[in-house]
């Protein structure tokens, strides 16, 4: 499913361990989660790829492009709109929580829902006056379609504050076991669906939407478990002001990450080419995202320990140097791992799409090739977009931004046309590696005027 990257369990749980040493800067502490966790993940990946694999092959090339477009118009509002969203809110928000009492944080939680109602109440209109114009302008065959797919990401919005809840409870059981609970769900509603007769793409979307919802049930009940919502106390004026204010999602930010990083030219694919050509775009996207976030957890849980017992470094060694350092070595053994692994499946995914997919979705290697470059690049600036995202480069991220946003919008213009997916894929790899290479130089810089501040001792 095409989603933004912070929208599921899956990203609070992520966001506990950043794949960085910046997690813990007063206690300068190197967080490398258990192997049980990379293996849940992974389990939990397995699963939902055997979901995909099983819409994908049942849908056809067609009509899993207006399944996958659908889905992606119904989610990409969601950083904008969603508390917790954004990776910046949802670090502030897991902060504040961990350091206040049950009680306050309860407060804080029925505080942050009654919000994300508002939100939503004004999701739904917008969904019900602009579903006719959108589905028109970009010629879905139906407009249940596409209401079904906008209204089927409703639950998303209500899992982020739950997520965030149990993330700033440091509840990371919790979320790996509402990861697997999902994945699972879907699996099996999904297995269901296919022996119900009918429109297959309104099946499967109303398939997901239930194991979504059923997703979020489980984490309320761990969440109403965890806090006294009976005895919650609330959080005064002053207090939800400044949350308020940390919180809001800047339009510009979600504009840029919007283009950049979610996919945006698949609005050009969808208005120019048959649905088809969105199925292979779609699929390629979906491969690249997945692993684009696998990379940095197999990084975090396999190579840095396998490089501290090789090296025979100590973990006292690792964060005694500075900070400018540890961003230089952490992101050299990232790419360590992000490249060769991109490379191997570049060679090998001819042979796995026709493996689990069949002949008829060979077309999107060319494209998953293209976007597989850039995911390597996107893996290993994910050190450095943590780094940023914690300290806020307001005005140096919003100039980088907008010049990866410009480029991805002319390229996508001037190649879309003539070169269909290989272009659309080049204008987005384009200006997602300008993204991840700036970010990269934003992030060297910016330690190494820390480190020149720093007195030398005498």
Not at 198 to 223: N, S
Not at 360 to 372: C, G, K, Q
């Amino acid at each position: 499913m095409l989603l933004p990257r912070s929208n599921n369990i899956r990203s609070h749980l992520q966001n506990i361990h950043l794949p960085g040493l910046f997690s813990d800067r007063e206690q300068g502490v190197f967080l490398l989660p258990g192997y049980w966790h990379l293996y849940a993940t992974l389990y939990a990946t397995l699963i939902t790829c055997c979901t995909q694999v099983l819409i994908i092959r049942t849908l056809g090339p067609d009509d899993f492009g207006i399944f996958a477009f659908v889905q992606w118009l119904g989610a990409l509002v969601i950083p904008l709109i969603g508390i917790g969203a954004s990776a910046p809110a949802n670090q502030h928000i897991a902060g504040t929580q961990s350091h206040e009492t049950p009680r306050l944080v309860a407060g804080i939680f029925y505080f942050l829902w009654c919000r994300q109602c508002r939100h939503i109440g004004f999701y739904i209109l917008a969904c019900l006056i602009l579903v006719t114009p959108v589905a028109w302008f970009f010629h879905i065959p139906s407009r249940s379609l596409l209401l079904l797919g906008s209204l089927s990401s409703l639950p998303l919005l209500f899992s982020n504050i739950a997520g965030v809840t149990l993330r700033g409870q440091q509840r990371s059981d919790l979320l790996l076991m509402l990861q697997i609970f999902g994945a699972f769900v879907s699996f099996l509603l999904v297995v269901v669906a296919l022996h119900i007769d009918g429109e297959q793409i309104g099946i499967f979307l109303l398939a997901r939407a239930i194991a979504d919802t059923l997703t979020l049930v489980m984490a309320m009940i761990c969440v109403l478990r965890l806090l006294p919502v009976s005895q919650a106390h609330a959080p005064s004026h002053l207090f939800r002001e400044r949350l308020v204010r940390k919180i809001r999602n800047s339009p510009l930010f979600f504009l840029i990450d919007a283009i950049v990083w979610q996919r945006s030219e698949l609005l050009l694919l969808a208005l120019w080419y048959r649905p088809a050509y969105l199925g292979f775009y779609a699929l390629g996207a979906l491969l690249s995202s997945w692993l684009m976030s696998l990379i940095p957890l197999l990084f975090s849980t396999f190579l840095a320990p396998l490089c501290t017992q090789l090296l025979l470094v100590s973990r006292a060694h690792w964060l005694c140097s500075s900070p400018q350092q540890q961003f230089i070595r952490t992101s050299c053994a990232m790419a360590v791992l992000a490249f060769p692994l991109c490379g191997l499946i570049i060679l090998l995914c001819p042979f796995l799409i026709q493996l689990c997919l069949g002949p008829e979705f060979l077309e999107a290697v060319v494209p998953l090739r293209i976007l597989l470059v850039s995911a390597a690049f996107g893996s290993v600036a994910s050190v450095s977009t943590t780094y940023l995202a914690t300290y806020q480069q307001h005005p140096l991220r919003l100039r980088l931004g907008l010049y990866a946003a410009i480029l991805n919008i002319l390229l996508a213009i001037l190649l879309t046309p003539y070169w269909g997916l290989s272009g659309a894929a080049i204008a987005s790899a384009s200006a997602q590696i300008l993204s991840a290479v700036g970010s990269m130089l934003l992030c060297h810089i910016s330690l190494k005027k820390q480190v020149a501040l720093v007195p030398k001792e005498v």
